[in-house]
C-alpha cells in the first residue's frame, strides 16, 4: 500500500500507527496473500492476511459495544441489550461504517477478487472493518478502539435510531422500560389510551396517552404523556418514552409524596 494511502486511511481513522504493518495486515485479503505467496515461491515467508486480525476484532467490538450499552441502558433487560447488540454488530449495520471509511479503496485483493467486484463485497468490507478494529487496538490499545468504536460505529446508529429514523429495531422497548420503572416505584401497570386519529386511511396519524398512576388510585392518573406516531404501536411507544423520561427527571418520583398530583407530559 502506498504511503498517501495509508496517511488517508490514517486520517478518516483518526490514528496514525506506530506500527504500519498492521493496518497493511488488516486490509489485504486471502486471496492477494495467497498470490503474494505463489510468486515469492517456496523458501520465502508466508504473507500474513487479515483473518486472524478480524477474528480479534470481532471479540474487540463485541466488547465495547456490551459494554456501551450496559452502562448506556441500565434499564434494559438482558434480552434488549443481546437484541441491540446483535443489530449493532451485525453485518448489516457495520457495513455503513465500513462504506463511510472507503474501506475498500484500501482492500488489497487477489485478481480474482478484484475482477469479481470484491471492493464493493459487503463481506469483505466487514471483515476489513473488524481487522482495522484489531490493528488499531493492537497498535493504540484499548481505550483509542474505544473511541473510535463508540464515535464511528456505535453513536451514530443510536443517535439515529433515538430519532425514530432506524429502520431495523428501535432503540428500546419503551413500553417494556417504563413498566419495569412504575413496577419498581410500586406504580401501576401502565395503560394506553387512543385519543385521537387523523388523515386519510392510507396516511394515518395515531394519538396515543401514557396514563400512570399509584397503586389503589382509582381516578386521576398520576401523569399522562402523549405522542404522535404513524401507527398506534410507534405511538405507544413515544408516549411511554415521555412518560419514562418524566419519571427520571422528578428528584422524588415516589407516588406517596406525589399524591393528588396530575402531570402531563406532552
Do not use: C
Request: charged share 30%; no cysteine.
Amino acid at each position: 500500500m502506498k504511503a498517501r494511502d495509508i496517511a488517508a486511511l490514517e486520517e478518516a481513522l483518526g490514528h496514525v500507527f506506530a506500527r504500519p504493518e498492521l493496518l497493511q495486515q488488516a486490509l489485504t485479503h486471502s486471496s492477494h496473500a495467497r498470490e503474494a505467496e505463489s510468486r515469492n515461491g517456496e523458501n520465502e515467508d508466508s504473507v500474513p492476511d487479515n483473518e486472524q486480525l478480524e477474528f480479534l476484532g470481532d471479540a474487540v467490538l463485541g466488547f465495547v459495544t456490551s459494554q456501551d450499552l450496559f452502562q448506556r441502558f441500565p434499564q434494559f433487560r438482558e434480552g434488549e441489550l443481546s437484541k441491540l447488540r446483535a443489530y449493532l454488530v451485525s453485518e448489516r449495520h457495520l457495513i455503513r461504517a465500513a462504506r463511510q471509511l472507503q474501506i475498500g479503496r484500501f482492500l488489497r485483493l487477489g485478481r480474482g477478487e478484484e475482477k469479481s467486484g470484491g471492493r464493493s463485497k459487503t463481506t469483505l468490507l466487514v471483515d476489513a472493518l473488524e481487522a482495522v478494529l484489531a490493528a488499531m487496538y493492537l497498535d493504540a490499545g484499548m481505550e483509542k478502539t474505544r473511541e473510535f468504536i463508540q464515535d464511528k460505529i456505535l453513536d451514530p446508529e443510536l443517535q439515529r435510531m433515538a430519532k425514530g429514523s432506524g429502520d431495523v429495531l428501535p432503540l428500546t422497548d419503551f413500553k417494556s422500560a417504563l413498566q419495569e420503572t412504575a413496577h419498581s416505584l410500586g406504580w401501576t401497570q401502565p395503560s394506553y389510551v387512543l385519543v385521537k386519529e387523523r388523515g386519510p386511511e392510507h396516511q394515518k396519524t395515531f394519538t396515543v396517552e401514557a396514563r400512570v398512576r399509584a397503586h389503589g388510585d382509582g381516578g386521576e392518573p398520576e401523569f399522562a404523556a402523549r405522542a404522535e406516531g404513524p401507527t398506534k404501536k410507534q405511538a405507544e411507544q413515544g408516549a411511554a418514552k415521555k412518560a419514562l423520561e418524566y419519571l427520571r427527571s422528578l428528584d422524588n418520583p415516589n407516588p406517596k409524596s406525589a399524591a393528588g398530583r396530575k402531570r402531563s407530559a406532552d
